[in-house]
């Protein structure tokens, strides 16, 4: 950690980057975003196990590209939200820098983004028991048990938008939810509209999440919305025979495969 | 209240299903009323929102139809989107959302026998389903709402 910080205030201090977003210390034993301008605060720094926001997601902020070039300390899960907003076009890999440190407890040293990738394949994240238990749990649900599951679920969601705002990759700067002409989804908190925006934000991750949990993990009333991104995860992998390095940097549904099964269509 | 008569919503596209209906018509096929045609440039221009408000406004059936693969108009339009309801149909089907109510095909313009066909046994199974009242019930599908 000490070598971070020594090269988070090298980096501040020669001017390279104008900002080091990293973790601090929050209230109550949790961990919360930071955003370092002077050097001399650089000791704020932390790194554990409860560091879970992915900061790929202020990458993309225009306040951020604001204050200049950017260091990032960076998960596994924020490599992962940097290499995807990178193949998508909104920004240029060698435009920030990355501070962290290996599981071989070296500094990361990244030349270019494929080495970030090879990185990231050497390291593949296992989902959490938890996750997949409840996954299996509802998938072995009757139909009609499914649809009282998430209607309860939804029921509790106030529409703070917390899932979009945590996920480095809902970065549009118009989301489909907020425009009005022609309004698609109800923006009051009531069954259909919730349902409808859960459907649309899942549909509109299909195959660009990184599976990084913020999003379940930033609701303020629990809902497990990282399972239907997993769900929707193993599907595309299981039905288009995707790998997981393959989807890091390409959209599997702007491409086809005249072959895809299509058993359900008569 | 009488025999209950479903409300069918089909989303096709221009160039196959649409003119296939066309077929059916000039064929003087009687099939069944209970299909509202909506006609798209092409089953890529679907968005799985279409389907979605279609149950909200108090459709109890869906048909989403278009040209056979490799006969798309636009060369690869219905590839694409036959992606996106392998996706869309597990997402929907995982939600517990009724899935049989959907209807995927191809029909092409010269299917009009085809139509009839797919339009008569839709409306049968859904006639066997029932009203989707558990997806009517979270919506106001008997609300006006003037869009734009």
């Known amino acids: 950690m000490d070598r971070v910080k020594q090269k988070a205030r090298d980096l501040l201090d020669s001017n390279k980057v104008q900002v080091v977003i990293g973790y601090e210390e929050g209230t109550d034993g949790t961990a919360r975003p930071v955003f370092i301008m002077d050097s001399k605060n650089i000791d704020k720094l932390i790194f554990n196990d409860r560091c879970y926001h992915n900061l790929a997601v202020y990458l993309t902020k225009v306040e951020v590209e604001k204050i200049g070039r950017v260091a990032v300390e960076a998960s596994l899960n924020t490599l992962k939200g940097i290499v995807k907003l990178a193949s998508e076009g909104q920004f240029v890999f060698e435009d920030i820098d990355i501070l962290g440190v290996n599981r071989n407890g070296e500094l990361y040293e990244f030349a270019s983004l494929d080495e970030v990738i090879d990185y990231i394949d050497q390291h593949p994240v296992e989902y959490s028991p938890e996750e997949i238990s409840l996954l299996r749990k509802i998938e072995s649900m009757t139909r009609e048990e499914r649809w009282e599951y998430w209607q309860e679920e939804f029921s509790r969601c106030i529409r703070c938008y917390a899932c979009r705002a945590a996920c480095p990759n809902c970065y549009c700067d118009a989301c489909i939810v907020d425009i009005n002409q022609p309004q698609w989804i109800s923006p009051t908190p009531d069954a259909l509209g919730n349902l409808e925006w859960h459907i649309i934000r899942a549909m509109h991750l299909a195959g660009r999440c990184v599976n990084c949990g913020a999003c379940a993990k930033a609701c303020p009333v629990d809902i497990p919305l990282n399972i239907l991104n997993l769900k929707l995860a193993e599907e595309i992998s299981k039905n288009f025979g995707i790998s997981e390095e393959f989807l890091l940097t390409n959209y599997p549904l702007a491409i086809y495969d005249p072959n895809d099964k299509e058993n359900f269509i008569k | ?148």
């Open chain 2, 1 to 148: 209240m009488d025999e209950f008569e479903p409300k069918i919503v089909a989303f096709v596209c221009n160039w196959c299903t649409y003119a296939g209906a066309d077929l059916t018509g000039t064929s003087r096929i009687k099939y069944a009323p209970n299909v509202r045609i909506i006609r798209f440039p092409c089953t890529g221009r679907i968005d799985f929102m279409f389907i979605l408000k279609a149950f909200a406004r108090g459709a109890d059936g869906i048909i989403v139809s278009g040209c056979h693969p490799n006969d798309c108009h636009y060369t690869s339009g219905n590839f694409h989107a036959r992606r996106r309801w392998i996706v869309f149909r597990s997402l929907l089907d995982f939600l517990g959302i009724d899935v049989r109510r959907i209807t995927f095909s191809w029909v092409s313009a010269a299917e009009g026998a085809k139509w009839a066909d797919l339009v008569n046994q839709t409306t049968a199974e859904i006639r066997k389903l029932g009203p989707y009242t558990s997806y009517h019930k979270i919506s106001k599908p008997e609300e006006e709402v003037i869009y734009g």
